[in-house]
Every structure is written in C-alpha cells, then in structure tokens.
C-alpha cells in the first residue's frame, strides 16, 4: 500500500507542478522563461540582430503575415572578417532571396544546401540571387578560407 | 507568441552539397510551448520512475536460460561458412571500391561516394541495423574478412597469435581512445569529409587494426581495441538477436527485450568508452548553437595563418570537455548511490549499460534526419562514385528530395527519442539495482541520483536539440 500512495503523491506533486507552470508561465512569450536562464544566446537577442543584419527591401521579420517577396542580404567581408560579424539573417521560405556580397579578397562564396558557388574578386560586388524553397539553417562560406560568414535561416 | 526555433540536423561535418543543410527550420504550431516540452519528459521520467519503485520489485531482465534458438535451418544457412566468405568477399569489394573513390575520385564530397558513404551509410546507417539485427558488424567487417583470408591462407595461429600480452587493465580504453580520435575527426577537423582526409584515415585505421589484431589476437583486440566493434557490440545489446557461444558451439538466440543490458561489466574504459558516444553527440549539438558558431568565428578571424588551428583546438577542447562531464556527472550520480547503499565497492561497472539506450536516443535525436536526408545521395553516388559522369546502374540522375521530412515530425521523433531512450535507461538500472543491492528499498534509494541525472540529460539534450 505504501508505495501506491507515493506514487499518487508523487503524481499530484508532478501534476501540481505542471498546472503551476501553466499558470505562472510569464505571458506570451513564456517559452523564454525558463531554459534561457541557461540560455544567454538564444533567441531575444537574435531576433533583434537578425533583423538588423538582413537588410530586407520590404522588411522580413516584422510583417510575418504579408509574405514579402523578396529578400536581400548583404556581406561584406574587409580585412579577413565580416563587417558586423557573422551573420545571422532570416529570410522566409518562398522568397526570393539575392545575396549581395563584397569582398576584398579572391575567394569562393558557397552556400551549403541549395549547393550554389561563386567566385569572389577584391572591387567587384557578387549578386547571388534564389528562390528559398528548402526551409532550413544554411552556411555560408567563404570556401577556400574555411570561414563561415554567414548562417542564413529559411523559415518556413 | 509564434516563436520560431530552429532545429539543428547538428552534422557539424560538412557532407555534399545539401549536406550542410543543419538546420531544418522554425518549428511552429505546437501544440504546446517548446519549453513544456521539457518539463513534460522531466515529467514523464519522475512518474516512470516512481511507477518503478512501485511494481517492479524483482529482477526480471537478467535470465539465466540465454534465449531461445533460432530454427535450426535457419541458424544453419545464417552461420554457415559459404555465407560467410559470400559476405565477406562482397564487404570487401566495397571496402576497395570505397578506398578507390577516397584516393583516386574527384576530390569533392558532392562528387565523391566515400564521404557519404562513410559518415552516413556505414556510421549512422549501422546504427539501426545494429540494434534491430545484433551484432551484425563481427560478419560485416571487412577487417575481420581480411584478417580471416589472411589466417586461413597462412594457417591458424601463424599470424595471429598473441605476441604481446594484452593486460586486463587496458580494458577497452584503446577502443575508448580511438572512437574519440574518430569522433574528432567528425567534429573537430575542419575537413571531415574530404575524401583524401578519409582516405589516410582509413589507411591509419587499417593498420592499427590489422597490427592490433596481430599483436593482441583477433578476438582480443575486436573485444577491447577495436573502435567500430566494441561500439557496434555496445549498441547491439538493444536488440533482441545475439550469438550465443558455447565453447565450440554458437548458435543464434532470441532474448527477451533488455535482457542484454542486464549484465555487470566492471572492464576499465567501459564507462569512457559509453561517455565518448554520449559527449560527442552533445558536442556535436552545442557547436551548432549560436554561441558556438560566433566564436568559432572569431577564433578563425583572429589569425590568418593559424584561425582554423584555433578554432580546431577550441573544438577539441570543448569536445574533451563535454566527454569528460558525461562521464563525471556519471561517475557523481553512480557515487552517490553506492554512499545511499553503504557500498564500499565501484558501482561504475553495474550500471554502465543503462546509458546505452541514452546514447541510442541522443544518435538517433540528432542524426535520424540527416540521415534520411544524406542517405538519399548514396543513389546517384552509387552510380557515379568517382565524379567521372559514370552511369553504372542507371540512377546517376536520381533526384534526392531537400525536405523529406518537416520541421515538427523531426521535433516530435527528437522528443520521443530522447523520452523513450531515458525511460528505457531508467528501467535498466532500477532492475540492476534490484539484483545488485537484493532490498528493493536499497534499490530504489540508490536509484534517486540516477534519475537526476537521467532528467538532467533529457533537458540538456532537449535544450541543445532546440538551440541548433
């Protein structure tokens, strides 16, 4: 008998904690609440950086509902690095997506997944432009240097 | 509120075209908050845990018949010897015409079947096999092919007898300290799938097999030093298949679900050997969150002659460090039972194998879409293995679908993975300890640690899954 009703308390205790986190869980955006307290990179700060360094024509992430139809991201890379850092842009799925790339070294962008390559050239500004129709997180890398530039999310 | 997350195929190695493809996408319209997800399997394992305690009181894995047998006509044709030089020939064949592609194809992992036929086919292909079928590796192998021609060439016991005494405290750290510089090679080298990197690798591996064979005898070194063996053989413990052998006699059994797990196996490199499967996979899930990626980044910018050096030794680092914590945090919760029980002896050995389903969980939470995914190349490869625009069967031009599988299915089956395979590793150890402490109150006092630790790695592994 003894351990049926430590079963039932731990299952109340387990079902209380739940009904509590439903209830204390902080307003809509609750998924932050508690994992990111382990998470200082997540997502709040990505969205803001993501955003800022997709410099969309018609902007991406704000107006999720209109779709837009088209994407432009810019990479510039001096001195061996990406002006900015690493990007992290978000395009949606379905747009079509052109890269606009400057480098001042010869290079051989490559964006992993939808497989394209390009030649890079000090003085000359590279379009690559896509449709984004495999959603996904995609690398782009500058081939022959072995850096990643840029972490492109396809949402879809 | 429609928060989006993108989910990491978390294949750090870069795999032919697609294949870089980590990510999958913003996961969307769950039914419930992501974070719940968490929470819920915590839940799932607390309330297993407790329905343990209550009506699991006795051992029921460890049974002393070893299984039922096969048919025997069954048992005859699988271990017959026709069959086996049939198998051993053909995985042979494969094993030159692999190395071929490496050494002499078009250096390229779009263009090349050796990348993908090494780091999907073989190493996340077998996985499932494995588990299902048993051990089938010991007659895949095409080393142990090798070894077998050579012996039976030059007679039993002329070339493979035991120059060198292999001593028990060597345990299977050799196969620990291999299966950790090949997980390196996945993870921390910035060229993985280049073919001519994975053409000296085999040739490195080779040879230390072959002479491991030679020096320590075949059944020693495939037991203890063998990376991909002992692995495969750790693995094969899940399944319901194994080889029973009776001095002379082996024959082919079927044992009760688990029943495998239910050993006590106190060999040194064990729990290293079980923490390299575990902490690899978790590096491989960190180093695809955020964080890592940027300071990768910056390791890489920082020099143009050694950033990559740099990069590689951060990655080293942190892979060594994620082992080592898998296996400390083990060691803490396996500590703290044996203090719970008053056991003066090592319970490190006794519950060893109830990581094994973890680790099955974690492999297949990370890599069952990448492999769905990368699998698909082997079809065109096959034809054209060398990047020479051959067509030998035909499907040169098979099309491989980009998204075979949606952002939510692979959450749910990284989810369930995970829930499942801690479940499955709760239940291994509660019976371990029933049968090691006698008192089912010792048992399941010694249990509370492991379940901590169990609820840990399900959070952490959901967390890591959910960063990527």
Same mark, same amino acid.
């Given at each position: 008998v003894q351990p049926m009703r430590r079963v039932a308390v731990a299952a109340a205790a387990a079902i209380a904690a739940v009904v509590l986190f439903l209830l204390l869980r902080p307003s809509s955006d609750g998924g932050e609440a508690a994992p990111s307290s382990t998470?200082?990179? =997540? =997502? =709040?700060s990505a969205t803001a950086t993501a955003t800022a360094t997709t410099t969309a024509t018609t902007a991406t992430t704000a107006t999720p509902r209109k779709r837009p139809r088209s994407a432009t991201v810019r990479i510039t890379i001096r001195d061996g690095r990406v002006l900015g850092g690493i990007k992290h842009p978000r395009v949606q799925k379905g747009e079509l997506v052109t890269l606009v790339i400057r480098a001042d070294v010869s290079d051989e962008v490559h964006l992993h997944g939808y497989d394209v390559s390009r030649a890079v050239t000090p003085g000359h500004v590279v379009r690559v432009a896509f449709h984004a129709t495999v959603a996904g997180r995609f690398e782009i890398e500058l081939e022959e240097r072995g850096l990643e530039i840029a972490e492109l999310e396809v949402e879809r | 509120m429609r928060r989006t997350l993108a989910l990491a195929f978390a294949g750090a190695f870069v795999l032919p075209g697609t294949a870089s493809a980590h990510g999958i996408g913003g996961v969307k319209d769950l039914p419930v908050p992501l974070w719940l997800f968490s929470y819920g399997g915590a839940l799932v394992l607390v309330l297993s845990f407790a329905a343990l305690g209550a009506l699991w009181k006795e051992p029921r894995l460890e049974t002393p018949a070893r299984g039922r047998p096969l048919p025997a006509a069954l048992q005859y044709v699988l271990l017959s010897r026709p069959l086996r030089i049939v198998i051993g020939l053909l995985s042979v064949l494969l094993f030159v015409a692999v190395i071929a592609a490496a050494l002499v194809g078009e250096r390229s992992t779009a263009t090349n079947i050796a990348p993908t036929f090494i780091w999907v086919i073989f190493w996340l292909g077998l996985v499932p096999i494995v588990v299902v079928f048993g051990n089938v590796w010991r007659a895949l192998s095409p080393w142990a092919a090798v070894a077998d021609a050579v012996e039976w060439t030059f007679g039993r016991g002329r070339v493979s007898y035991r120059r060198i005494e292999y001593r028990a405290?060597?345990?299977r750290w050799p196969a620990a300290a291999l299966l950790f510089l090949f997980m390196a090679l996945e993870l921390v080298y910035d060229e993985p799938a280049d073919p001519l990197t994975l053409a000296v690798a085999i040739a490195a591996y080779s040879l230390i097999t072959w002479y491991g064979m030679m020096f320590f005898g075949r059944e020693t070194w495939l037991r203890n030093g063998d990376p991909f063996a002992v692995y495969f053989e750790f693995l094969s413990r899940l399944s319901i298949f194994a080889v029973d052998e009776h001095g002379d006699r082996r024959q082919i059994v079927v044992r009760r679900p688990l029943s495998g797990l239910a050993a006590r196996d106190a060999t040194p490199g064990t729990v290293a050997l079980v923490a390299v499967m575990l902490g690899s996979v978790s590096f491989d899930g960190l180093s695809r969150t955020r964080f890592w990626v940027d300071l990768r980044y910056e390791a890489i910018v920082a020099s143009i002659d050694y950033g990559n050096l740099l990069a590689m030794l951060l990655n080293l680092g942190a892979l060594g460090m994620t082992v080592a914590a898998v296996a400390g945090a083990y060691r803490l919760a396996v500590g703290a039972a044996a203090r719970v029980a008053r056991s003066g002896e090592a319970l490190a050995g006794v519950f060893v194998w109830s990581l094994i389903p973890i680790a099955l969980a974690y492999a297949v939470a990370h890599y069952f879409s990448l492999f769905v995914l990368q699998s698909q190349y082997a079809i065109p490869l096959a034809s054209d293995p060398l990047g020479r625009g051959w067509d030998l069967f035909g499907s040169a031009d098979h099309r491989v679908n980009l998204a075979p599988l949606s952002p939510n299915t692979i959450w749910y089956v990284q989810v369930g993975a995970l829930v499942i395979g801690h479940v499955i590793g709760l239940v291994v150890a509660h019976d371990r300890a029933l049968v090691y402490f006698r008192s089912a109150r010792t048992a399941l006092r010694t249990q509370y640690a492991l379940l901590a630790l169990m609820v840990l790695y399900t959070i952490g592994g959901m967390w890591l899954l959910s960063q990527g």
């Open positions: 998470a200082p990179t =997540s =997502s =709040s | 405290q060597w345990g």
